[in-house]
């Protein structure tokens, strides 16, 4: 079993950052993508990127050049480095791991919030 904790969220004006973190544990856990997904009222999940424990990334097309995610495969945390954030960005967001198992699990969210 995988425990998800998520930290990071918040208020930030337009122009922005926030760095996201979300430790996976459990007991001999062997994780294979960590990522970040968000769903802004009255839209759907959505992805906002992944990472594999190779370092291969995958980006929405919306964060490309503003968010950066990495990982400590020691620590099994993950991490979304959110820069130049804009209203739109405002959303609950949802650490993602994939483990090697082929299970899925998803943290309980926390807020981003970009408003003036």
């Known amino acids: 079993q995988v425990q998800l904790v998520e930290s990071g969220g918040g208020l930030v004006q337009p122009g922005g950052s926030l760095r996201l973190s979300c430790a996976a544990s459990g007991r001999g856990i062997s994780i294979n993508v960590m990522g970040w997904y968000r769903q802004a009222p009255g839209k759907e999940r959505d992805l906002v990127a992944t990472?594999?424990?190779?370092?291969?990334?995958n980006y929405a097309d919306s964060v490309k050049g503003r968010f950066t995610i990495s990982r400590d495969n020691a620590k099994n945390t993950v991490y979304l480095q959110m820069n130049s954030l804009k209203p739109e960005d405002t959303a609950v967001y949802y650490c993602?791991?994939?483990?090697?198992?082929?299970?899925?699990?998803w943290g309980p969210g926390t807020q981003v919030t970009v408003s003036s």
């Open positions: 993602y791991v994939r483990r090697f198992l082929g299970l899925d699990y």
């Open positions: 990472i594999t424990t190779g370092g291969s990334t």
